[in-house]
């Protein structure tokens, strides 16, 4: 598979998506630095937040076959600006998450993602699967074989324990789309 670099700002889903696509349960984890798993490299959002800090996404991006641009479709603003995928070597995607989120927009974080200059762009969400499968897809190389067997396991609902929303799943809390 294609290595991918997942990029965005604090709190848009990197670390959750990077389990979705591993097949793991959603726990909530701070990324504290780079981490590098088999194809996908997580970035802590304070990277793409801080203007020093970026200098280092630049130099990872090296690693990476594919660069994933993330936008949550609750942002209230992009942090990408016009045309940036520019300055890139490596193919450019925009990655729309928490499209199941009932305060999301994902038609205008996929619009700033195409501003952006990110192409495809893919909508997901990774607590109940939705897009997982695309992604996977993209990135599969010819003669790949993948952890999943189908679109339809790659694309199930995910078990989640995390109290980022309050309390924990098994005490009614969690993801509206806990599972």
């Known amino acids: 598979m294609k290595k991918i670099i997942l990029m965005g700002r604090s709190e848009c889903g990197k670390t959750t998506l990077t389990q979705a ?62 045309c940036v995928t520019a300055c890139c070597n490596r193919p450019v995607i925009g990655i729309v998450t928490q499209i199941d989120h009932p305060d999301g927009d994902p038609d205008r974080a996929q619009g700033w993602l195409e501003l952006a200059g990110c192409h495809p762009i893919f909508r997901v969400s990774s607590y109940t699967g939705e897009g997982i499968w695309q992604i996977l897809n993209y990135l599969r190389k010819p003669g790949d074989v993948l952890p999943w067997d189908s679109e339809q396991a790659a694309e199930r609902p995910r078990v989640v324990l995390s109290n980022k929303y309050g309390r924990l799943p098994e005490e009614g809390g969690g993801h509206p789309q806990t599972v």
């Open 21 to 82: 696509l591993k097949g793991d349960v959603i726990h909530y984890h701070k990324t504290q630095y780079i981490n590098h798993y088999d194809v996908v490299i997580d970035t802590p959002g304070e990277y793409a937040e801080n203007a020093s800090l970026a200098k280092a996404l630049a130099l990872y991006t090296y690693e990476a076959d594919v660069v994933g641009l993330l936008l949550s479709s609750t942002e209230p603003y992009s942090l990408y600006p016009p």
